[in-house]
């Protein structure tokens, strides 16, 4: 059996060939997993739980089919879907964690996360951060009506498409210091996250002691699976395919 971890999918009405491969994934692997994590940036920008698309509807059956049928689900929010709340979970039966979560993988201890706290030389952006995760500005915008919050949403992701073309691939690549720190003080030999989308495993040394981060893919061009079982871990690729869902 097999633990699966996902993250940065970004998942829109507008990503076919990527949602496709994502329900592909759920139904067809994802199903006989021990467990599925999900660490960040499902979709594109969750507007709120309160979504009734056919498009929100779509992924959050999907979730609900998994666990339903005994795999269950953990969800990390990220940068575009810190607005997944407890009425996403209720529905579906995803548990959703903390920032940071230490885990059991078959007797080892990780902590997993979506990375973008790793990130600290991209101040603006922690800016930004901070801002959005005080729960009275989120109580006010759940509060706002639908076709007003896409509005405002799509500002925001132009601005977000603007920042990112300006900054450095430095600026929002992890440090290495605070990459150190948040493994030191969960005392885990083992990170697991995503959100930088520089699928790799690095390995590296602290006080002689052996390391591991593993960064998960993200879904642009094809679809990104870390694989965990009792003896080893293999970050692996899935393949687009021109289908309707």
């Not at 829109?12 to 999900?38: G, K, W």
């Not at 979730?63 to 529905?91: E, I, M």
């Not at 997993?112 to 800016?127: F, I, K, N, R, S």
């Not at 009506?145 to 949403?153: C, T, W």
């Amino acid at each position: 059996m097999t633990t699966l971890f996902i993250s940065d999918l970004h998942l829109s009405p507008n990503t076919q060939d990527i949602t496709a491969c994502f329900v592909q994934f759920m139904r067809n692997e994802a199903i006989h997993a021990d467990a599925l994590y999900v660490l960040g940036d499902l979709f594109e920008f969750w507007i709120g739980d309160e979504d009734r698309s056919e498009f929100a509807l779509l992924i959050k059956n999907e979730f609900k089919t998994l666990v339903a049928s005994g795999v269950p689900c953990f969800f990390t929010q990220g940068n575009r879907d810190f607005l997944v709340g407890q009425r996403f979970a209720k529905y579906t039966g995803v548990q959703l964690l903390g920032d940071e979560t230490v885990i059991d993988i078959y007797g080892r201890k990780a902590v997993v996360l979506h990375g973008d706290t790793l990130c600290t030389q991209d101040t603006q952006y922690l800016e930004f951060r901070a801002k959005v995760h005080q729960p009275w500005l989120q109580w006010v915008f759940n509060k706002i009506p639908m076709f007003i919050k896409k509005k405002i949403v799509a500002k925001v992701q132009s601005g977000i498409r603007d920042e990112k073309e300006m900054k450095s691939l430095d600026i929002m690549d992890v440090t290495p210091s605070e990459v150190i720190r948040v493994m030191e003080a969960h005392q885990v030999d083992l990170m697991i996250h995503g959100h930088t989308h520089r699928p790799d495993v690095h390995t590296f040394e602290i006080n002689n002691h052996p390391m591991t981060r593993i960064v998960l893919g993200d879904w642009y061009q094809q679809g990104s699976v870390l694989v965990v079982n009792d003896s080893n871990y293999d970050l692996q690729t899935r393949p687009f395919f021109n289908q309707s869902i």
